[in-house]
């Protein structure tokens, strides 16, 4: 069975930093490109982050998000410093065949064929 599960999310302070696992089952992750998307209440899903042979990132977390691949444990990795308040969201990450990949097209949910269920980061004092 293909599953995606992430897990790390929670509460935490501005300024503080957050570590977001996503661990694939029933594929490799290594043959695929995988993104980060977040949603929060009332915006639409957005782009975060991606990793495949390149990295890429959405402007309002350059600097402060990276993204990471563990072959060996088939888990994407996304690290959170300096968090913001308007970090606060439903994060999910996604995953597509390598072969079907480009950079151009890393930020459209829509070309991503597996995805997990989310898990929630809420940045607040």
């Known amino acids: 069975q293909v599953q995606l599960v992430e897990s790390g999310g929670g509460l935490v302070q501005p300024g503080g930093s957050l570590r977001l696992s996503c661990a694939a089952s029933g594929f490799t992750l290594d043959s695929h490109a995988i993104a980060w998307f977040r949603q929060a209440p009332g915006k639409e899903r957005e782009g975060v982050s991606c990793i495949n042979y390149s990295t890429y990132y959405a402007d309002s977390v350059k600097g402060r998000f990276t993204i990471s691949r563990d072959n060996a444990k088939n888990t994407v990795y996304l690290q959170m410093n300096s968090l913001k308040s308007e970090d606060t969201a439903v994060y999910s990450c996604?995953?597509?065949?390598?072969?079907?990949?480009?950079?151009?097209?890393?930020?459209?949910?829509?070309?991503?064929?597996?995805w997990g269920q989310g898990t929630q980061v809420t940045v607040s004092s």
């Open positions: 996604a995953a597509i065949r390598r072969q079907l990949f480009s950079g151009s097209i890393w930020r459209s949910a829509g070309r991503y064929v597996y």
